[in-house]
């Protein structure tokens, strides 16, 4: 075999065009060179970097050039390889105030941590020469949780009593892979929408993105908290509900700041505002993440227990707990 990207191209794709093959990349440092065409030889397998990939933020394509979409020449198998990047940010929430960073090393040990457990993605972590953490990680193939969302072409209330019962058992088992993750002293960190994956096939829900990390000391765990509360208010709603959306269509209803979401003043947390026949005890958890709620859930094993309550006691889940005896 030889040794530049174009002959070690061509021994293992015949076809692969001359004026596309790029440089054999040793060393990941400088990943915004890193493109099409290129080959990254990590620990002994040659990957050939096939696109950059993106991130929807706010309705738009936000490009992240430190993640790439690989084939594996060796052995034909298609992932998705992160490099080292780190930045940070700060945040606000409420009263709550908090640095963000962004931690490869983090996100290496909760694939190590969760190795094997399919409510997580999966990969490994290697070196290249420079030392840098590069992760490889296996492809899931589905579905973002809100863009399944926006493909039930249900009213909500059909959508609440038929598809959310077993909805809502699949969110209490993401729910116990982020509690799995605190008691193991650590974060998931970007807990959104756009990070719970529905996979095709198995239609299992599954957390991608770990390698934030954030700076809480009373609470390390309260944004991950918050995170999860976003999602419930999303299956609740069955998408996202404004105090906008509620007034144009009803304008005797009175909608104030305390019936927004804390983390997101613009999304409405009570729910019963636009739909009146939600249960009140499924309402009231939906209240925790509030501007008008003063005491939130003091741990996601507490935030588990509140939903395993919730799924007992109401009617509507009469018929998902026959087949999720384990519930």
């Known amino acids: 075999m030889g040794t530049s990207a174009y002959e070690i191209l061509t021994h293992y ?18 990943f915004m060179s890193i493109d099409y065409g290129d080959v990254m030889l990590l620990d002994g397998k040659h990957h050939l970097v096939t696109k950059n990939l993106s991130e929807r933020r706010f309705g738009l394509e936000d490009p992240k050039y430190w993640v790439k979409r690989c084939r594996e020449l060796e ?10 990047f780190y930045e940070k940010f700060d945040i606000s929430i409420g009263s709550i105030r908090s640095s963000c960073y962004r931690s490869p090393r983090k996100e290496s040990r909760i694939l ?62 993401a729910v116990k892979a982020i509690d799995h993750l605190h008691q193991n002293h650590e974060q998931h960190g970007d807990i959104r929408r756009d990070h719970l994956l529905v996979e095709a096939g198995t239609k299992e829900w599954r957390w ?15 944004l991950d908290l918050f995170g999860l509360g976003s999602i419930l208010l999303l299956l609740v709603g069955q998408r996202e509900i404004t105090a906008r959306q509620v007034l144009a269509l009803n304008q005797n209803i ?19 505002k636009r739909y009146p026949y939600i249960p009140d005890t499924l309402n009231n958890i939906c209240m925790h993440f509030s501007a008008k709620n003063s005491v939130f859930y003091s741990s996601v094993t507490e935030f588990v227990s509140a939903l ?20």
């Open 208 to 222: 991608i993105d770990f390698d934030y990390t954030f700076g809480l000391r009373d609470n390390p765990f309260a």
């Open 112 to 173: 190590e941590l969760v190795d094997g457990d399919m409510r997580f993605m999966q990969g490994r972590t290697v070196l290249d020469e420079k030392g840098n953490c590069v992760r490889i990680l296996d492809i899931i193939h589905g579905s973002e949780l809100d863009i399944a969302l926006d493909r039930i072409e249900l009213s909500h209330e059909e959508y609440f009593n038929t598809i959310f019962p077993d909805y809502f058992v699949k969110f209490i088992g």
């Open 308 to 327: 395993l309550t919730c799924f007992h006691e109401l009617p509507v889940f009469k018929s998902a707990r026959g087949r999720y005896p384990e519930v």
């Open 13 to 30: 794709i015949p076809t692969f065009p001359r004026k596309r093959a790029g440089r054999i990349v040793t060393n990941t440092t400088e």
């Open 254 to 272: 009175k909608v104030s700041s305390e019936d927004m979401a804390l983390a997101m003043p613009h999304r409405l947390a009570n729910i019963q």
């Open 75 to 84: 052995t034909g198998k298609h992932h998705i390889i992160k490099l080292e």
